[in-house]
């Protein structure tokens, strides 16, 4: 079976919840399921001081972890549009693993939040997907076969390009049931795809 790696980064928890389930989605076909954080690049005084969480369970990654998994699904919160200069940062580092083509043809996906429904949440997605194709990984998404995103019943994130969740504006609102059976939804799918791959 394969070996996937969540990684994310999450500023105040609401990306944390997303990691595990997209993680849980990944565990429910067989593979083996790593979550890991990238770090926080924010002064601790400031970070403590805008309430970030900074406790979280998930070990912190290394660049030199990746290439050690099959799939790799990445997930972070908006900044102006696009991936925080946290993950960036830890992306950036991957310069030789890309020159080595350590990552090409493993599989990737993205998943992301933002405070409102039209906060940016396609552009992030593809800022951390954009990242991943330049890895030369094969990508996967989360597909309207998962209908909890065509809901008009209630405010849910989600899209074709990764799953999603709104936050609020001031963090206030926890991942619905939809967002993260659709993280599960994704998270099942990327392994899925992998374990066909790397059988």
């Known amino acids: ?40 690049t924010v002064p601790q005084d400031i970070a403590k001081s805008a309430h970030f969480k900074l406790e979280q369970a998930a070990p912190l990654a290394s660049v030199a972890d990746l290439e050690n998994y099959d799939a790799i699904i990445v997930g972070c919160p908006t900044r102006f549009g696009r991936m925080p200069s946290q993950m960036a940062s830890f ?13 090409n043809g493993k ?12 906060g940016g949440q396609e552009v992030t997605l593809f800022s951390l997907i954009t990242n991943l194709l330049h890895f030369g990984m094969t990508i996967v998404g989360l597909p309207y076969s998962y209908q909890g995103q065509m809901t008009l019943d209630e405010v849910a994130g989600g899209s074709p390009y990764g799953a999603t969740t709104i936050a609020g504006g001031q963090g206030q609102r926890a991942p619905s049931a939809n967002e993260l059976d659709g993280a599960r939804f994704q998270g099942k799918l990327i392994a899925e795809t992998a374990n066909k791959l790397f059988r």
């Open 91 to 103: 992306l950036d580092q991957a310069g030789g693993l890309w020159a080595r083509g350590a990552l």
């Open 107 to 118: 599989v990737g996906g993205a998943f992301t939040s933002t405070a409102t429904q039209h």
């Open 1 to 40: 079976m394969a070996k996937v790696l969540v990684l994310y980064y999450s500023t105040y928890g609401h990306i944390e919840t997303m990691a595990q389930a997209v993680a849980d989605g990944a565990r429910s076909t067989g593979a083996t399921v790593d979550v890991k954080r990238v770090p926080e």
